[in-house]
């Protein structure tokens, strides 16, 4: 089913349906998992260099990401 637009005050907002069956999203946590996967991570960037990485990151936002073909 697709979500049903509203407009008010010329703001659009979406209201879409709700999965019963997904309502909780915590029910799966596992907080002890969250922790094994974040020091799993932990360093894995530190061979990154930094300047250039925040470089490419600045010269994306002024050139753009979007296909010309694509407003």
Do not use: C
Not at 11 to 37: H, M, S
Not at 40 to 50: Q, T
């Amino acid at each position: 089913m697709a979500p049903l637009l509203l407009e008010k005050n010329g703001q659009l907002f979406r209201l879409d349906t709700v999965d019963k069956g997904r309502a909780n999203i915590w029910a799966d946590y596992d907080p002890n998992k969250a922790l094994e996967g974040i020091r799993a991570a932990a360093g894995s960037w530190k061979d990154i260099d930094a300047d250039a990485f925040k470089e490419g990151i600045h010269r994306s936002r002024e050139e753009g990401t979007r296909p010309e073909t694509r407003p």
